[in-house]
């Protein structure tokens, strides 16, 4: 392994784009566990517009990195990286080659490299090319909320993601929207093909939480979306969600390429500076929701917008898995695969087939080299229509992102959940998408001065906010074992989903989801031990308005009375003995004083538990025997 100056590798850079490179290898990085180790070939010349030949399709770079013990091997895709430097320079053209491992143990890592030739249906049976080294890695130096300090976030089989480096589980928090958050004028090559509706962001309110020291790009872009970043890593929420292709949608402001309908080119220089915000994202703790299409271009099925824009269809392949959309699979995997918390969406408010579905979930889970969590969303109405289909061996995937109305998330949480286990795979189901479809999760009250949203009626005809959110869409998932929630913000208010540039705008809302989070993550809460049993508190079908209960026989009892609710009669069986209660208050994170809290005894083989619920507030129950 030769690992080159950096003044020589860009004299090189600069000096012999023409040429082909030496076959040098430098690998890069931190040179820690789970930190980004990056290795770069000096290849062949390619320029990413080009078809002749074409780095995206007529080369394909791999790289094998093997712990020293020999498990764990990673066979990582690689990709054309133009000069290397492409998210600074803006260049198209270069000799760099390159690919990305998060290394989970210390200790050598050996690498071998392939940069395989592709002629029409076939390969050169040697790889040119063929390079052998190794580099050591030493424990990290991160601390939280860095994702570094915690490892890999995996599927366990478990109705929870667990992180492989500190075994701890996830419950997740944070923006569903906008869907466009990555329509950014800072970044290359990025257009609005319908800007009056879905103009480009500038996410101007959050310049201000830029720090010093946070990364930018091109002599300072980047600022402000970094800076949206940091304001909700401040909040405490630890999640937020993307589109990364939406021609034919509603923002046609987002896509990999080169120009809209370029699918077999690859913008270089903007999935660098893509890679910048995802690279701070992970330091900050926050999860990657990767969207990866959107119903108006999952398939040919749907009679979509692009005839307004152009004559090339916006679906990859029909929907099927074909040339195009393995490229467009491969090149975000080998971009942004080794990040240790994402999911792979297959799409949002996917319409393809079972088949299709299928087969593009297994070309991810074969290409992934970690194996990261794969899950499906779609409309509310075709949920029992697509996942029966999909559970338990019908798929490789693990999880459910549900779109409900938002005082519907318990139950169809509940019902996920069962249903996935009784297939012989448990899912981890999360709710990142709210109806009704104009208001979403509504803006604090007063934001900009905005009520109008209020006027909207719920079908009892009464008019709900953010607190209501709170209490059906928040602890309704977590209280079904869920694994927790995005918030959408519909299109019709201010900050909607297609030009939110304000986090601000739900201030009050993420800190509800803050409080939440706390709750089990902080105070020793066993919930993945945990599961629902609502008919302990007089609530069999799990429905709103009505008490929840997470329980954990012969340990503890979690339930959530809505302010509704006078009393709540837990119903218990088992031998007499006292049991200490404890309230806690989800509006404000507050918990009574210790001496506030009772205890109250049961007897005999049944028997009810009273809990007085405060007047006009909802109110958790902390039960521990």
């Known amino acids: ?38 290795l770069t070939l000096d290849g062949p010349y390619a320029e990413e517009r080009s078809d002749d030949p074409n780095p995206f399709t007529h080369f394909e770079f791999q790289v094998t990195f093997t712990h020293e013990s020999g498990q764990p091997s990673y066979l990582v895709p690689g990709y054309f990286a133009a000069d290397g430097r492409a998210g600074e320079t803006s260049a198209e053209q270069g000799t760099k080659w390159r690919a990305h491992l998060s290394p989970d143990k210390p ?30 890695v030493t424990p990290t130096d991160k601390g939280l909320p860095d994702f570094r300090i915690r490892g890999r976030l995996t599927y366990i089989g478990e109705r929870y993601l667990q992180f492989a480096g500190d075994k701890s589980y996830f419950l997740k928090a944070g923006p569903d929207a906008p869907e466009t958050l990555l329509a950014y004028a800072d970044f290359d090559g990025t257009t609005a093909e319908n800007p009056g509706k879905s103009p480009l962001k500038t996410w101007a309110p959050h310049l201000s939480d830029w720090k010093e020291g946070d990364p930018t790009w091109k002599d300072g872009k980047g600022k402000a979306l970094i800076g949206a970043l940091n304001y909700l890593a401040a909040k405490k929420v630890n999640a937020f969600s993307f589109l990364t292709y939406n021609a034919g949608g509603d923002g046609e402001n987002v896509w990999p390429f080169v120009e809209r309908d370029e699918k077999f080119h690859y913008d270089c220089s903007k999935l660098d500076q893509w890679g910048v915000v995802f690279d701070h994202a ?93 899950v499906i969303h779609t409309f509310p109405n075709q949920q029992d229509k697509v996942y029966p289909a999909l559970v338990g061996d019908q798929s490789v995937l693990t999880g459910a992102s549900l779109q409900n109305p938002w005082r519907d998330v318990h139950r169809r949480t509940k019902q996920w ?118 008919e302990r508190v007089g609530n069999p079908e799990g429905k709103s308005g009505l008490p929840w209960c997470l329980a954990k026989p012969g340990g503890c009892y979690v339930i959530f009375a809505p302010a509704s609710v006078k009393e709540v009669h837990l119903t218990w069986s088992g031998e007499s003995k006292a049991l200490p209660v404890r309230r806690f208050f989800p509006d404000t994170g507050e918990w009574p004083e210790v001496d506030e809290a009772f205890t109250t005894t049961v007897s005999g083989d049944v028997d009810k538990v009273v809990l007085p619920t405060p007047e006009d507030r909802d109110v958790v129950f902390l039960i521990r025997e």
Request: hydrophobic share 30%.
């Open 1 to 38: 392994m030769r690992f080159l100056a950096p003044l020589l590798c860009l004299f090189v850079c600069s000096c012999s784009l023409a040429e082909d490179g030496d076959g040098s290898v430098t690998v890069t990085g931190d040179l820690q566990t789970w930190h980004t180790v990056t």
């Open 107 to 136: 200790g050598k890592w050996n690498y071998e490299t392939r940069l395989f030739r592709l002629g029409p249906g076939s390969r050169n049976p040697e790889p040119a090319y063929h390079q052998v080294g190794s580099f050591e």
């Open 282 to 374: 992970r330091s900050k703790g926050l999860h990657l929701h990767f969207k990866l299409q959107e119903t108006e271009n999952d398939d040919n099925r749907h009679g979509h917008k692009e005839e307004k824009v152009s004559k090339v269809p916006t679906s990859l392949d029909g929907g099927a898995l074909g040339p195009q959309r393995k490229l467009y699979l491969r090149e975000l995997i080998a971009r942004y695969g080794h990040h240790l918390a994402l999911n792979w969406n297959i799409g949002e408010e996917n319409t393809q087939s079972p088949d299709q579905v299928r087969a593009m979930a297994k070309f991810i889970r074969d290409t992934d080299p970690y194996d990261h969590p794969i």
């Open 417 to 534: 959940i069962a249903a996935s286990a009784k297939a012989g795979k448990q899912w981890v189901v999360a709710n990142d998408e709210q109806n009704p479809a104009g208001l979403g999760v509504p803006p604090d009250p007063g934001y900009k001065g905005f009520d109008g949203w209020a006027k909207e009626k719920k079908s009892d005809a009464k008019p709900y906010d953010w607190t209501d959110i709170r209490r059906e869409t928040l602890w309704g998932n977590l209280m079904a074992g869920g694994a927790g929630v995005e918030y959408y913000f519909g299109y019709q208010l201010p900050e909607n989903d297609l030009i939110c540039e304000d986090f601000r705008s739900r201030d009050q809302s993420w800190d509800a989801c803050r409080i939440a989070l706390e709750f089990f993550q902080e105070n020793g809460i066993p919930f993945p031990e945990m599961k629902s049993a609502d």
